[in-house]
């Protein structure tokens, strides 16, 4: 059975977010009964060299059978995917195709297709239709709401992109049985960041199910994937732009986990182990910055390691130069006057934004 959210923001359409079982098969069904898309006929299906083999002809046919027209174009699996040239052949493509401003574009994939997808339907033409169509369990509950759309550059992840909102999100959980044990876990990862940042509900409700999901427990998927669009799509509503200091908490565990990814090169290790490396460091210097009054902090951060260690997010064995990773993130695009932000949790739902100093950093990743 499927659920239904719909994610409301200010000065946007509101949307839906389709997560269940099968609901791939429904998605040209879906798409007509939105309005904008009743007299549509052009689509391009953005998908990857590893999911359009297993998925892409499931969502053509469902397109083809509610009357779109669908091409489309699947681009080499992986982080480098995310690049301004990769874009510009897309957009050429659907230059060659003559679509325009009545087109619109699926994204079929993880995060990078999402992102990318994204980012191409933003600046074609000036904006035409985007639509979600997740396959990891990291673009569920994280990268396919919200509206972020991004590129990398050499000299830092998601360093160009846009805001751009999709018109709809069709989270089929069926994909999920072909996602790989390390790509599961990096979604655990964001699940974790998001019961952290968002409730007490949410984090004792994650612990008491950690070792179900760790297992892939298909009900409590869901249930994870829906409690995160509901407190993305609730953060997102009161900071579209990241401009008002609070959609800077879905951060959390990032700032470091950036760093670690471009020290180490995009796909060492998966972005969920690095953002969940990122989470414990961040707590330790919580505890340092903010202070740790009746070790409330450390009882957090043991609180904290259990939950990522039962999804199967331990520590990782990895060492670098401490001036190496502080130059990392001095790129991040967060950054305020050459200080490095941080979001810091004394304890699950009470954090704040830190600017903290390069010394701070330096001894902190140094102990």
């Known amino acids: ?9 200010p000065g946007e359409a509101d949307y839906a977010v389709r997560i269940g079982s099968g ?18 006929r052009d689509v391009l299906v953005i998908t990857d060299s590893n999911v359009g083999p297993l998925y892409l002809a499931k969502v053509k046919a469902s397109l083809a059978n509610a009357g779109f027209k669908a091409a489309d174009v699947a681009v080499p699996a992986g982080e480098d995917t995310k690049a301004v040239d990769v874009a510009a052949e897309i957009w050429s493509a659907m230059a060659q195709l003559s679509f325009g401003r009545d087109c619109l574009v699926v994204a079929l994939g993880g995060g990078v297709v999402g992102d990318l997808a994204g980012f191409v ?25 919200g509206g972020k759309t991004a590129v990398n550059l050499p000299e830092g992840k998601n360093l160009v992109g846009t805001f751009f909102q999709p018109s709809f999100v069709c989270a089929d959980t069926d994909t999920l049985e072909t996602l790989p044990e390390r790509e599961w876990r990096c979604g655990c990862a964001e699940v974790a960041k998001s019961a952290v940042i968002d409730s007490d509900d949410f984090f004792f409700w994650l612990l008491e199910h950690a070792e179900a999901m760790a297992a892939r427990d298909a009900d409590v998927a869901a249930e994870a994937i829906q409690r995160c669009v509901v407190f993305k799509a609730g953060v997102v509503a009161q900071d579209k732009t990241e401009s008002a ?16 990814e471009a020290c180490t090169g995009y796909g060492t290790f998966s972005h969920g182990a690095a953002v969940a490396e990122g ?4 707590v330790r210097l ?14 957090f951060a043991e609180a904290q390691g259990d939950l990522l260690d039962t999804l199967g997010l331990p520590p990782l064995d990895y060492e670098a130069a ?8 001095k790129h991040d695009k967060k950054n305020r006057g050459g200080e490095v932000r941080f979001v810091l949790a004394r304890d699950i739902a009470t954090w704040e934004i830190t600017p903290v100093s390069d010394e701070t950093i330096l001894q902190a990743l140094a102990s």
């Open 286 to 299: 919580a505890a340092s910055v903010l202070g740790d009054a009746q070790g409330a902090v450390a009882e």
């Open 23 to 40: 609901v791939i098969g429904k998605l040209g069904q879906n798409l007509r009964e939105i309005e904008r898309f009743a007299r549509a």
């Open 279 to 282: 989470m414990r460091f961040a």
């Open 245 to 260: 200091g609070v959609r800077e908490c879905l951060n959390y565990g990032h700032t470091l986990g950036h760093a670690i």
């Open 322 to 329: 401490p001036r190496d990773l502080l130059a990392a993130m």
């Open 1 to 9: 059975m499927a659920t239904k959210v719909i994610v409301q923001i």
């Open 121 to 145: 339907a933003s600046t074609y033409m000036r904006g035409v239709p985007v639509v979600q169509v997740p396959t990891t369990l990291l673009a569920m509950v994280d990268s396919s709401v």
